[in-house]
């Protein structure tokens, strides 16, 4: 469930990442991409892109995303959810929060509470987040809008 959240999600961001810099380029609320950008953000067949070799370019870049913000419906109760997630290096951590600081030099800070999951890809094993040390290559994905809480934090190194 949450490889299928995180990866429609990520890619929403991603083929919205075009819109959403010419927003913030323009000042405007009203994004206008361009049919190139469009075409090769969604791999159609103008490109002459197969289904599979889509899927491939879009798990690519997921792979390069550094940061995203994207909104879920929960079909229940009709309520939406804000989500975040970055990739960069752990610029401050502590028992309560961790910093991250994304290669553009974005910094979000992300509050860590019982429900974290912290996950060491070096030994593909839970962590705790003492085992987190800044400088430490880490993805962290989270909820909220004001203040972000991280459902998961991942130590790359």
Same mark, same amino acid.
């Given at each position: 469930?949450?490889?299928?959240?995180?990866?429609?999600?990520?890619?929403?961001?991603?083929?919205?990442?075009?819109?959403?810099? !010419?927003?913030?380029?323009?000042?405007?609320?009203?994004?206008?991409?361009?049919?190139?950008?469009?075409?090769?953000?969604?791999?159609?067949?103008?490109?002459?892109?197969?289904? /599979? !070799?889509?899927?491939?370019?879009?798990?690519?870049?997921?792979?390069?995303?550094?940061?995203?913000?994207?909104?879920?419906?929960?079909?229940?109760?009709?309520?939406?959810?804000?989500?975040?997630?970055?990739?960069?290096?752990?610029?401050?951590?502590?028992?309560?929060?961790?910093?991250?600081?994304?290669?553009?030099?974005?910094?979000?800070?992300?509050?860590?509470?019982?429900?974290?999951?912290?996950?060491?890809?070096?030994?593909?094993?839970?962590?705790?987040?003492?085992?987190?040390?800044?400088?430490?290559?880490?993805?962290?994905? /989270?909820?909220?809008?004001?203040?972000?809480?991280?459902?998961?934090?991942?130590?790359?190194?």
């Amino acid at each position: 469930m949450w490889k299928t959240i995180a990866v429609v999600g990520a890619t929403a961001a991603i083929i919205g990442g075009a819109g959403t810099a !010419a927003v913030a380029a323009s000042g405007t609320s009203t994004p206008t991409p361009s049919a190139s950008s469009s075409s090769s953000v969604l791999g159609n067949s103008a490109n002459g892109a197969t289904t /599979g !070799a889509r899927k491939k370019l879009d798990v690519d870049r997921l792979r390069r995303a550094v940061h995203a913000t994207w909104v879920t419906e929960n079909k229940k109760t009709l309520k939406f959810t804000t989500h975040d997630a970055i990739r960069g290096r752990v610029s401050a951590v502590s028992p309560t929060s961790i910093t991250v600081q994304a290669a553009d030099n974005v910094s979000q800070t992300y509050v860590l509470n019982s429900a974290t999951r912290v996950h060491a890809r070096a030994n593909k094993a839970a962590a705790s987040i003492t085992d987190v040390k800044t400088g430490d290559p880490v993805w962290v994905a /989270g909820t909220g809008t004001t203040t972000l809480t991280a459902s998961r934090v991942v130590d790359t190194k």
